[in-house]
């Protein structure tokens, strides 16, 4: 059974930061993509940030300079370190996986960020 696990939400003042963690068991960690994903109220999910399996990463224009993504695949994590949080990044976080050459994906359940301004 596939689960991705996301940690690390909450309430943070404009100017703080959060750190967001995504477990993942069920898959081969090292041979999936992993995104993360946000969905503010009354809008479509977007993506955040994502990082092959290579390490390579690609961040949505609204977050560069704010937000790293990162993985470390003996522990099956992802995480996204989040500075200089503004109240436009309020949203439910999710993780996401994919593996290209299967074309599988599957998603968390979501942690929520709120900023506060």
């Known amino acids: 059974q596939v689960q991705l696990v996301e940690s690390g939400g909450g309430l943070v003042q404009t100017g703080g930061s959060l750190n967001l963690s995504c477990a993942a068991s069920?898959?081969?960690?090292?041979?999936?993509?992993m995104s993360w994903y946000r969905q503010a109220p009354g809008k479509q999910r977007e993506l955040v940030a994502s990082?092959?399996?290579?390490?390579?990463?690609n961040y949505a224009e609204s977050v560069k300079g704010r937000f790293t993504i990162s993985r470390d695949d003996a522990k099956r994590t992802v995480y996204l370190r989040m500075n200089s949080l503004t109240p436009e990044d309020t949203a439910v976080y999710y993780c996401?996986?994919?593996?290209?050459?299967?074309?599988?994906?599957?998603w968390g359940q979501g942690t929520r960020v709120t900023v506060s301004s």
């Open positions: 990082i092959t399996m290579s390490g390579t990463t």
């Open positions: 996401n996986s994919l593996r290209r050459d299967w074309g599988t994906q599957h």
């Open positions: 069920g898959i081969m960690f090292s041979l999936n993509a």
